[in-house]
T-cell receptor, first 117, second 114 residues
Framework: AQTVTQSQPEMSVQEAETVTLSCTYD???????LFWYKQPPSRQMILVIR??????QNATENRFSVNFQKAAKSFSLKISDSQLGDTAMYFC??????????????FGKGTRLSVIA | NAGVTQTPKFQVLKTGQSMTLQCAQD?????MYWYRQDPGMGLRLIYY???????DKGEVPNGYNVSRLNKREFSLRLESAAPSQTSVYFC?????????????FGDGTRLSIL
């Protein structure tokens, strides 16, 4: 079974600064996908970024980027130029690749990020 | 474009009452999921459905039943609610036409059992 660990329950960052959220995972699979989801106080689950394990290049989406280290089973999220609207709970999630295409996500417990003005 | 719609958004039940949470998606997705979110626990999978007519247990299925009524709808039923089932419930769906596509989530149902 896969597990996802987010070791930082809470973090804070000053507006306009950069912050990195940690995520490690445990799996025996070689092909899989990793995701970061953002959950603001509105409770919506919003996809931030997606990484394919067979791609070495780190995914980026505007101010959000990841540092994917497959051998170390690490998948950290970097938020640059933090904005007040980035205040949210962030979840790291793992999904193994299989032919059915319907495998569920396995989530970490989340990191609550507060951006301070 | 509605995406994934959950009803109701809030509900308070008494211990022992029954309740069905509704979920519908309009994206023609085959796969649908039910998760619960508890403080400090992240999201945990209750049940999922790969296609109409099929369902599978997840990590925390006890006390719940599900029905995949058709391709659009996937309901979650609590037959005899218990305080331990107080939680926020999320429904999600995903296409299986391509590998590794993200799940799309509804806005959640906050359920309190007294």
């Amino acid at each position: 079974a896969q597990t996802v660990t987010q070791s930082q329950p809470e973090m804070s960052v000053q507006e306009a600064e950069t912050v990195t959220l940690s995520c490690t995972y445990d799996t025996s699979e070689n092909n899989y996908y990793l995701f970061w989801y953002k959950q603001p106080p509105s409770r919506q689950m919003i996809l931030v970024i997606r990484q394919e394990a067979y791609k070495q290049q780190n995914a980026t989406e505007n101010r959000f980027s990841v540092n994917f280290q497959k051998a170390a089973k690490s998948f950290s999220l970097k938020i640059s130029d933090s904005q007040l609207g980035d205040t949210a709970m962030y979840f790291c999630a793992f999904m193994k690749r299989d032919l059915s295409g319907n495998t569920p996500l396995v989530f970490g417990k989340g990191t609550r990020l507060s951006v301070i003005a | 474009n509605a995406g994934v719609t959950q009803t109701p958004k809030f509900q308070v039940l008494k211990t022992g009452q029954s309740m069905t949470l509704q979920c519908a998606q309009d994206m023609n997705h085959n796969s649908m999921y039910w998760y619960r979110q508890d403080p400090g626990m992240g999201l945990r999978l209750i049940y999922y459905s790969a296609s109409e007519g099929t369902t599978d247990k997840g990590e925390v299925p006890n006390g719940y039943n599900v029905s995949r009524l058709n391709k659009r709808e996937f309901s979650l039923r609590l037959e005899s609610a218990a305080p331990s089932q107080t939680s926020v419930y999320f429904c999600a769906s995903r296409t299986d036409r391509a590998q590794g596509q993200p799940q799309h989530f509804g806005d959640g149902t906050r359920l309190s059992i007294l």
